[in-house]
């Protein structure tokens, strides 16, 4: 795989002037920013280059973002949609991502959950310098794993996910099931405390930027002066709910027809662990972060939680027309954060949505679908995994280790590596590997019941343990952290090394590399 780093010659700054304001009082003239854009394409088309190479362009730049016809914002984005404009390519297809950087600070782009090579991961100090200002990085992946992932930045995550920095990427079977209706729900939530009174056009240039803090900002920046846990400030932070970029009343519905086989993609690309309730219709669960679940059963009024970062694919038949609602849900900050997906029959509209009593049991892989057997090969190495905190949710850390002087894992090509991940801490911790799928074989000791669970990002809850596996079969030097980003800003990262492995970039001392 190669690599390639040129200079665009773009301007290297785009002023962040407007922490929030409506529509209507905007004047754009004094800003210094285009004007809003138009609702485009979701789904960006391909150049197809003389290599037979599917070729995507990626602009990274500021946008005024409307957020519903009165609440806008500024947000960062990929050419100026949020999410990001959809990548959906075939099986097989060799992939070129051409990332441009047109913001004023430096980032760089992360496959979430595809096993690309260590050099194409997209990780800052790690597998890259970052991108500069002005520079074009080109990504080239090899498209030979069907699934739903994402990209985001992965440069000082915790503020350019949150300000918008994430889209969707499929790979699709070639002989996978065919759907009526294919679509992606992509979950994240923003604060209105950047967006200043929305009423009465007023800006905020407080120390929020957009509503969005990492840790030490919030910690220094006046919102925790009352003693506030860290969970505490992230639930009064955060009261405005996003599904694909949008608030209501301007979420886009799901247009079906009586009988359609419908596929519905959910990523959650933010911050809470989210609740997700299908009412009126059975559904199949078909797929964890991507990988197929083995003879998913029919199952109905019941709930799923999606952690920050996982991806569930949900099969629907169509069978009870009318006008309905999804309901999503921050689990820990219901009252603020929560959203209606309408799905609405042909025939209805909107206003015919009914309400529906929201399911109050909930989903448990680690006994749904049916068992297969499946040879992991003889453990080589283990290790723990051991979630904590010091004091009280400040800094997170993993065996009590804090990155930068963090945990690493030392594996060698061909190892069958079992990690036990324990979560000593009293919040969620949604754990990411890189490069390497992973199997869960048991939680709180018991052994996984259904199908095989395979995965990128595991949620282990409050006083949860489990047991996963891999086997080490990509070199390279693999962040392994939380994907809640505050978490991860605050220590709770670790890296799985290969014996051996060094990178094949040089570090530049000179750019500002933060590789969370």
Same mark, same amino acid.
């Given at each position: 795989?190669?690599?390639?780093?040129?200079?665009?010659?773009?301007?290297?700054?785009?002023?962040?002037?407007?922490?929030?304001?409506?529509?209507?009082?905007?004047?754009?003239?004094?800003?210094?920013?285009?004007?809003?854009?138009?609702?485009?394409?979701?789904?960006?088309?391909?150049?197809?280059?003389?290599?037979?190479?599917?070729?995507?362009?990626?602009?990274?730049?500021?946008?005024?973002?409307?957020?519903?016809?009165?609440?806008?914002?500024?947000?960062?984005?990929?050419?100026?949609?949020?999410?990001?404009?959809?990548?959906?390519?075939?099986?097989?297809?060799?992939?070129?991502?051409?990332?441009?950087?047109?913001?004023?600070?430096?980032?760089?782009?992360?496959?979430?959950?595809?096993?690309?090579?260590?050099?194409?991961?997209?990780?800052?100090?790690?597998?890259?310098?970052?991108?500069?200002?002005?520079?074009?990085?080109?990504?080239?992946?090899?498209?030979?794993?069907?699934?739903?992932?994402?990209?985001?930045?992965?440069?000082?995550?915790?503020?350019?996910?949150?300000?918008?920095?994430?889209?969707?990427?499929?790979?699709?079977?070639?002989?996978?099931?065919?759907?009526?209706?294919?679509?992606?729900?992509?979950?994240?939530?923003?604060? =209105? #405390?950047?967006? /200043?009174? *929305? &009423?009465?056009?007023? !800006? +905020? @240039? %407080? =120390? #929020?930027?957009? /509503?969005? *803090? &990492?840790?030490?900002? !919030? +910690? @220094? %920046?006046? #919102?925790?002066? /009352?003693? *506030?846990?860290?969970?505490? !400030?992230?639930?009064?932070?955060?009261?405005?709910?996003?599904?694909?970029?949008?608030?209501?009343?301007?979420?886009?519905?799901?247009?079906?027809?009586?009988?359609?086989?419908?596929?519905?993609?959910?990523?959650?690309?933010?911050?809470?662990?989210?609740?997700?309730?299908?009412?009126?219709?059975?559904?199949?669960?078909?797929?964890?972060?991507?990988?197929?679940?083995?003879?998913?059963?029919?199952?109905?009024?019941?709930?799923?939680?999606?952690?920050?970062?996982?991806?569930?694919?949900?099969?629907?038949?169509?069978?009870?027309?009318?006008?309905?609602?999804?309901?999503?849900?921050?689990?820990?900050?219901?009252?603020?954060?929560?959203?209606?997906?309408?799905?609405?029959?042909?025939?209805?509209?909107?206003?015919?949505?009914?309400?529906?009593?929201?399911?109050?049991?909930?989903?448990?892989?680690?006994?749904?679908?049916?068992?297969?057997?499946?040879?992991?090969?003889?453990?080589?190495?283990?290790?723990?995994?051991?979630?904590?905190?010091?004091?009280?949710?400040?800094?997170?850390?993993?065996?009590?280790?804090?990155?930068?002087?963090?945990?690493?894992?030392?594996?060698?090509?061909?190892?069958?590596?079992?990690?036990?991940?324990?979560?000593?801490?009293?919040?969620?911790?949604?754990?990411?590997?890189?490069?390497?799928?992973?199997?869960?074989?048991?939680?709180?000791?018991?052994?996984?019941?259904?199908?095989?669970?395979?995965?990128?990002?595991?949620?282990?809850?409050?006083?949860?343990?489990?047991?996963?596996?891999?086997?080490?079969?990509?070199?390279?030097?693999?962040?392994?952290?939380?994907?809640?980003?505050?978490?991860?800003?605050?220590?709770?990262?670790?890296?799985?090394?290969?014996?051996?492995?060094?990178?094949?970039?040089?570090?530049?001392?000179?750019?500002?590399?933060?590789?969370?």
């Amino acid at each position: 795989m190669g690599r390639k780093l040129t200079v665009t010659g773009l301007a290297a700054a785009l002023a962040i002037v407007i922490a929030g304001c409506s529509n209507e009082s905007v004047d754009h003239s004094t800003m210094g920013h285009e004007e809003p854009q138009e609702e485009k394409e979701q789904t960006i088309q391909a150049e197809v280059n003389e290599d037979g190479e599917k070729v995507f362009d990626l602009r990274v730049e500021e946008t005024h973002w409307m957020f519903n016809d009165e609440v806008m914002d500024d947000a960062w984005t990929y050419n100026g949609s949020l999410p990001g404009e959809e990548i959906r390519v075939q099986e097989g297809d060799k992939v070129l991502v051409n990332v441009e950087n047109a913001l004023d600070e430096p980032t760089a782009l992360h496959l979430h959950g595809f096993p690309v090579p260590n050099e194409m991961d997209g990780v800052p100090g790690i597998t890259q310098n970052a991108i500069m200002p002005g520079e074009t990085f080109t990504y080239e992946y090899q498209a030979d794993i069907p699934g739903t992932y994402w990209y985001h930045s992965h440069q000082d995550g915790a503020r350019q996910v949150d300000k918008g920095l994430y889209g969707v990427f499929i790979v699709e079977p070639n002989d996978g099931e065919t759907y009526d209706v294919d679509e992606v729900v992509v979950i994240d939530e923003w604060s =209105s #405390m950047g967006m /200043g009174d *929305m &009423n009465h056009g007023s !800006m +905020d @240039h %407080g =120390s #929020m930027d957009h /509503g969005k *803090m &990492n840790n030490e900002e !919030m +910690d @220094h %920046g006046g #919102m925790n002066d /009352g003693g *506030m846990t860290h969970a505490e !400030m992230m639930n009064q932070m955060y009261d405005t709910p996003l599904i694909n970029g949008k608030t209501a009343p301007q979420i886009e519905a799901v247009q079906v027809e009586e009988g359609d086989k419908v596929k519905l993609r959910f990523v959650n690309a933010g911050l809470f662990t989210q609740v997700v309730s299908i009412p009126d219709h059975s559904f199949k669960i078909t797929h964890y972060d991507g990988q197929p679940v083995n003879e998913p059963e029919t199952i109905n009024d019941t709930s799923f939680r999606i952690a920050p970062a996982e991806r569930y694919d949900i099969e629907i038949e169509m069978e009870n027309p009318g006008a309905w609602g999804i309901q999503i849900f921050a689990e820990e900050n219901q009252k603020r954060l929560e959203a209606i997906v309408p799905v609405i029959y042909e025939g209805y509209e909107e206003r015919d949505l009914q309400s529906s009593e929201t399911s109050t049991s909930f989903f448990d892989m680690t006994s749904y679908g049916e068992s297969k057997e499946v040879d992991y090969g003889t453990v080589t190495k283990e290790y723990d995994m051991i979630l904590g905190t010091n004091d009280n949710g400040e800094t997170f850390t993993i065996n009590d280790k804090q990155f930068p002087d963090h945990e690493s894992y030392e594996v060698e090509e061909g190892d069958v590596v079992k990690l036990t991940i324990v979560n000593d801490t009293d919040v969620d911790h949604p754990m990411h590997l890189h490069g390497e799928f992973f199997s869960v074989m048991s939680k709180d000791g018991s052994p996984i019941s259904g199908s095989p669970i395979v995965k990128d990002t595991l949620n282990v809850r409050p006083g949860e343990e489990y047991e996963i596996v891999f086997e080490a079969k990509n070199p390279g030097i693999w962040m392994f952290h939380c994907h809640e980003f505050h978490h991860a800003n605050a220590g709770m990262m670790a890296e799985v090394r290969y014996k051996g492995y060094e990178p094949d970039f040089t570090l530049d001392p000179s750019v500002p590399n933060k590789p969370e």
